[in-house]
């Protein structure tokens, strides 16, 4: 027999010792998993087992102008629940409750007969009558939990900016899905004792805990403003029954939108899900998210390029067109211009000279220029489904696409780029970010997001942007933007005609007929964009289908912020000036007859209900020529 040495035990028994204390350290190591990291888990494990949980859907944050006009906001609505399990005789509460929820009886019988579920949806979306005749009958095994409805105040308008939800309060597309995080607030809910099949204990004990209200967003848009682009584009698509028709207008000075309109549109409250062709052309915001063929209202940056860079010349001639790399460009004057200075080229819309600026610019600067204005990049601008716009590789440029684009082909923006780049030629050279809202602010009042503006990128020089104003002032008081003019004002701008391409080719008789203008509002400058897509019939030009909404826009904002008109010796006013009657709390029927008999023309919005807002205020002086508004609740 092999004796075991006095070694072999003691090794033996450490071995022992050790595995013994592997096993307590790996126990301990469990129960303080399970005790302390995970207690929290566990605790709530444990405490899902024995309650029911119906939920509060919290109100979402209202939506609101510039000036704290609501645009969107929530409203409290009702979902019925049932216990199967608590009710007793099924068709009897079915046909005490049918009548209240507007639900055939036997369906709910079916519903309420369901096994193997501790809770069923009876009905969704009841009205505070209907939860107090619910209540009333004190049934048992039936449930009531608040839930939020949206409501838009002014259905079709700002569609395409403001957005929509879905059936669970959830943002699916403009502010309601780029904010949804800040708009959406806390759900609540209820929780309820049950036993491990749902019945309620005897305790009877429930928790409730409160919803928290959505945050409340506070946009750039003004809402008069935007009634003012709202017509424009309603007319203008209207009138020349086009594929669509769009208006941007924005503050040169800070980047703010004031306004962004396009039609075809569609109600808020009554969004087209069932027609997904109108639900998708009426959601695409189409100055954000559609790129094209500026035309002629490029010609302002080329000029402002041209300008900064020395390439201008003494004078220039057009002979209905120019001949680049062995291919003739026509003018759109087919039998030219003749002699004319950098201005008359301007006032003219003259292609023959802003492809001769182009080409003495050079493509290396010009595509310098070019990133300085955000070309071929997002703004930035705080909404979805942004474009880039589309630039050919500079190195593939030659001579005869320079030039093409210093007329505005062979390159393509979207709107709010060209709005953007404009802002920057006119307030002397500082490209802002665009956007939307000013900003957010809790139920408390504190405030959890706020814009401040910042320079992306400096343009151009004060001096040539000075200049360069002065040139656009004269297009629109002599030039090719006549009918954008506003006695007693000032407004410059430019024209644009844009041919339209169709699977690599030009498009025969579609044309995007454009005009960009500003003016100084105040302490500000103000932009307005105006576009009109396949405008049908003979006529196509910008100075004729979208010149004359941006001067009815541009006059309706001189009035509202009542500026008076400065005449000069030649021009005489075409309109006598009444008071603006008090119309708050009138009727729609009350309201048309008062402004009837002040002479005053009329737009509003609503359907019944009292006046609750007006421009121009009560009291004030308001021209006969103009366009008065209201609203109801």
Known sequence: ????????????????????????????????????????????????????????????????????????????????????????????????????????????????????????????????????????????????????????????????????????????????????????????????????????????????????????????????????????????????????????????????VLAMASAPTYDLNDIPRDDMDLLLQGSRNLLVTDVYEPGSTFKILTSAIGMETGAIKKSYYCGGGSVVDGQRIKCWRSIGHGSQNFEEGIQNSCNCV?????????????????????????????????ASGIMLAEKRVQNVDIARIGFGQAIAVTPIQLASAVCSVVNGGKLYTPYVVQDIVDVNGNVAYSHTSAVKNNTISKSTSDTLKEYLYSVVSEGSGKNAYVAGYEIGGKTGTAQKYENGAIASGKYISSFIGFSDVGDDTLVCLMLVDEPQGYVYYGSIVAAPYVGEIFSSIFAYKNMAPEYSDDEKPDYIEVTMPDLTDMSIADAIVALKKAG??????????????????????????????????
Request: hydrophobic share 40%; proline share 1%; glycine share 8%.
């Open 1 to 256: 027999m092999e004796k075991i040495s006095h070694f072999d035990v003691k090794k033996r028994i450490i071995i022992i010792i050790v595995l013994i204390a592997f096993v307590f350290a790996l126990l301990f190591g469990r129960l303080f998993y399970l005790q302390v990291v995970w207690s929290e888990g566990l605790q709530y494990l444990a405490y899902d087992q024995w309650t029911r949980e119906l939920p509060f859907r919290a109100d979402r944050g209202d939506i609101v102008d510039v000036n704290g006009v609501v645009l969107a906001k929530s409203s409290t609505v009702y979902t019925l629940y049932a216990r199967p399990n608590e009710i007793d005789d099924k068709e009897y509460i079915a046909k005490s409750i049918s009548g209240i929820i507007g639900v055939d009886s036997q369906s709910l019988v079916q519903k309420l007969s369901k096994t193997g579920v501790s809770e069923i949806t009876v009905a969704k979306n009841l009205t505070k009558e209907q939860m107090l005749k619910l209540i009333a009958t004190d049934i048992q095994g039936l449930y009531l939990t608040a839930d939020s409805s949206r409501y838009y105040s002014y259905g079709n308008f700002l569609t395409q900016v403001l957005g929509f939800t879905n059936s669970d309060g959830m943002g699916q597309s403009g502010i309601e899905l780029f904010y949804d995080e800040y708009l959406k607030g806390v759900d609540g809910a209820s929780y309820t004792e049950t036993d491990l099949i749902g019945r309620e204990l005897d305790t009877n004990r429930t928790v409730y805990v409160d919803w928290i209200k959505g945050m409340t967003t506070r946009l750039t848009i003004d809402y008069y403003i935007q009634s003012f682009a709202e017509k424009a584009v309603s007319d203008a698509r209207l009138k020349y029954n086009s594929k669509s028709a769009s208006c941007i207008v924005m503050s040169a000075n800070t980047g703010a």
């Open 354 to 386: 802003f492809m001769d600026v182009a080409l003495t610019v050079g493509k290396e600067t010009m595509y310098d220029y070019f990133e300085k204005f955000g070309l071929g990049s997002k703004t930035g601008v705080d909404i979805t489904g942004e």
């Open 600 to 633: 005053l023309d009329y737009e509003f919005a609503g359907e019944s209900g009292k006046v609750i807002y007006q421009f121009p205020v009560a009291g004030q002086k308001v021209r006969s020529n103009q366009i008065v508004y209201f609203s109801t609740e």
